[in-house]
């Protein structure tokens, strides 16, 4: 539908994200008339991101390029199994809304979750779309329009849109608060905000951003928005997308929360200076986590020390900084690593961080980690250290791995 998508349209709907003044697009250059931005339309979708990736867009892009033979062979424009294109549909389609309903949604990739719903003013914004339309062109024939952009900083006037949806991209934009203030800027006084994202998912995770749990709910959500229905749903699997097993807390369940809000008319809660610096410690817990992955061990403990430095914004930013730490030791002073160790099991019984701290000293134990070790007592046969360390397991079993390869002095 959009491949002629002609530069009036795109005129006549989306504003400067910085200004929120008119544009005009000449030859792909589209310009702010206001404060003179420039952006461009690339791949045929307007662009209002960086060329630059940052290792936050780098962690998720190459993400998708893994995936992308196997993203072909199935469907390009929905995934029918994704719990909310069964959840939203009933709330979103063609009984609710005509060609002219404004419908955005946050963040949803490359995919149309609502195929069958038919709008004239039907977008999906995503910080990764131009390089989607490059790699995929398909997506350019589906029933939605494609922008380039930042959730917290759309690219619509105020009180333009009667549908925002957001299906599982809540917890990886980089900043969810700044995010839900411009949702509210933009939803139609009678306009609806349909929201479906993990709940208590992974804070460990160079592509998740926030922990959305009660206290991101209580503190956030509700106060942004006007919550007129919620309900959260237990996950009944580990399915590949959602974190291993050691990283989170045995207290918390994983599990999917719905909820459908409106609009209020309170304004800005936060100072800019607050929203900043966690935005701060955010991205370079992405990098930390990014550079760690790749074994880039000097860059990944430059940031692990930058977000030691800064002070929690949400109550998970906590778990972020002693992570940090934890990881920041590992890599760069194991004695002082395990005298942290010693101090912490005295204050700290949480199994959680127990297996994370057990993780974490591969760092220094590289070598040994590499051994083949002999776990005739669990009934296996050869299996190596560091994938028994990653599975976790009881503790006793954690201490007589460790005592195989002479390290069970660790643990006491
Ligand atoms: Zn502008």
Known sequence: MNDQTPPDFWESCLVCPDCKGKLVIINNVITCTCCGSDFSVRNGVPCFVSEVMTDHQKSEFEYFQRHLTKIRETSLFYNQNENCYNWVLPWINDRTVSDDSRIICVGASFVDDLPHVQSNYKFNIDHLSHRYAELLPEIQKANIRHIAGVSEKLPFKDNYTDIVYSRNSLDHVCNPVRTLLDINRVLKPEGKFYLFVYHNSNFIDSGETTVVNDDFVEQFLKRILRVEWMKID???????????????????????????????????????????????????????????RKSQLVNASKHFAKVMSLSPFLKSDQMRILYSKIRYLAINDPRAFIDFFREFKNHNRDPFWWRIIIDSSRHFMKRELNKTINLSFVGEEKVYLKDVLLRGGPRSWIKRVLSEVGLGSIVK
């Open 234 to 292: 237990p996950s009944e699997s580990q399915g590949v997308t959602q974190p291993p097993v050691y990283s989170l807390p045995n207290h918390e369940r994983l599990g999917f929360l719905y909820a459908i809000c409106s609009k209020t008319l309170r304004t800005a809660y936060y100072s800019d200076e607050q929203l900043r610096r966690y935005e701060e410690l955010t991205a370079n817990f992405h990098s930390a986590v990014y550079y760690e």
